[in-house]
């Protein structure tokens, strides 16, 4: 499966201190029921009760602690779900990624799949003897 970024504006900077700055702040986009993978890069932390979240028809499904450098997020919608958007409180982060959960494991060395209709490459040296 080719890996897709589904957020709209994938280096938007946002910056918010409250909640209704999150919805001011965010890039709207619409998910598909299933299992995704949300990350973004941290370049400013400015004070306590730094979060990043990542919220669904109004509620939050994945968060992260807001610490400099990239925070990743792994939820499971179960329904269709518009709003989706990133908030940030208190720090600044760019480089959103959304993207189904089953691409980005394989982009990140994720094993062989059952469904595959190829075997997984042997790693061990053939022996004498041995049968492929």
Request: glycine fraction near 8%.
């Amino acid at each position: 499966m080719r890996r897709t970024n589904l957020h709209p504006k994938p280096t938007e900077t946002l910056d918010a201190e409250s909640v209704t700055d999150y919805y001011a702040n965010g890039s709207f986009m619409s998910l598909r029921p299933g299992q995704y993978v949300a990350s973004c890069d941290v370049t400013h932390a400015g004070a306590e009760d730094v979060k990043v979240t990542f919220w669904a028809n109004h509620m939050q499904v994945g968060t992260g602690n807001g610490a400099i450098g990239a925070n990743v997020m792994r939820f499971d919608l179960q329904s269709d779900s518009a709003p989706c958007l990133f908030a940030v409180r208190k720090c600044r982060a760019a480089d959103f990624i959304v993207e189904r959960a089953d691409s980005h494991a394989l982009a990140s060395g994720g094993g062989f799949r059952a469904s595959s209709l190829r075997r997984p490459r042997r790693t061990e040296p053939i022996k004498a003897g041995d049968r492929r």
